[in-house]
């Protein structure tokens, strides 16, 4: 395995490595449990962006180091790091080229994306475990969204995860209650995909990877942009964009794999090509 690590700061820095199709992102800063600071927001930016074009990459694996999954966005740092006061607007300027750019590039990147949590996913943590495709956790891990708590108006896509993954209700439980919501649970409410033992976390999702990673790779990547498109979309338009990602799939060298491997009746070993 080859390793890159990007972002130089002291305080805190993203891992990336390459395992193969699997790149593995490690939120490095276990002494803030993995709060995220603006060097290592901009360095998730920039190894997702770099993902999306990647054709040897079939999957992305997100996970913190130590204890903790992440949590969130690192306020005390970011307004501390200056003598003078941030300008008016300064938040609305930088947030959607930060916290809320990584929400969108792990949500529309054509590639499967796994977050592993053990303990803490705060805030910008838990909502990068929610706008995942999948989400495996430690049953003694804890989702929390504490924006209210704190004084201040939920981001990072929340408001939009939240209704879409548990319904209004337990949204408004965890946004204005500021409800911490167990593994266990959000496994059973649809919040997350699984919850195992704490023991067995890196085996259940080292086999998610795997699968993943051996899956039609253009399919998947088409699947998740429709499923994606048909939450804001009418089942008409829903079709027709089915359509045009089954004229595209149907010419991948997957597809005819696919078709051979039934044919023949054996396991299919697609390429991601």
């Not at 740092?77 to 080229?97: E, F, I, K």
């Not at 803490?120 to 924006?147: H, I, K, Q, R, S």
């Not at 408001?159 to 439980?173: D, E, H």
């Not at 209650?177 to 409410?189: C, E, I, M, P």
Request: hydrophobic residues 45%; proline residues 4%.
């Amino acid at each position: 395995m080859s390793q890159d690590v990007d972002s130089a700061a002291v305080d805190g820095s993203l891992v990336a490595s390459r395992d193969g199709a699997i790149l593995r992102l490690t939120l490095d800063r276990p002494s803030h449990r993995n709060a995220l600071n603006h060097s290592m927001i901009e360095s998730l930016v920039a190894e997702l962006s770099r993902a999306a074009t990647d054709d040897a990459l079939r999957v992305i694996l997100i996970q913190g180091a130590g204890d903790d999954f992440c949590s969130g966005a690192d306020w005390v740092a970011t307004n501390n790091s200056s003598d003078q006061r941030p300008r008016t607007g300064d938040v609305l300027r930088r947030l959607p080229h930060g916290a809320h750019r990584v929400i969108e590039l792990i949500h529309h990147i054509q590639l499967p994306v796994v977050c592993s949590v053990r303990g803490f996913a705060v805030g910008l943590g838990c909502n990068l475990a929610l706008v995942a495709d999948f989400t495996v956790a430690a049953a003694d891990a804890e989702f929390w969204e504490p924006f209210a708590a704190r004084g201040f108006s939920p981001d990072s896509g929340s408001t939009w995860l939240l209704p879409r993954l548990v319904g209004l209700t337990r949204a408004k439980q965890m946004l204005l209650l500021g409800d911490k919501v167990s593994a266990v649970d959000a496994a059973n409410w649809g919040l997350i995909h699984q919850s195992v033992e704490p023991a067995d976390l890196d085996r259940a999702t080292e086999a998610l990877l795997i699968r993943l990673a051996n899956g039609p790779t253009v399919a998947l990547g088409l699947a998740k942009q429709a499923i994606n498109y048909g939450q804001h979309a009418t089942l008409n338009q829903s079709m027709t964009q089915e359509l045009f990602d089954v004229e595209l799939s149907c010419r991948t060298s997957d597809f005819k794999e696919g078709l051979a491997a039934f044919r023949e009746r054996r396991p299919p070993e697609f390429r991601g090509r």
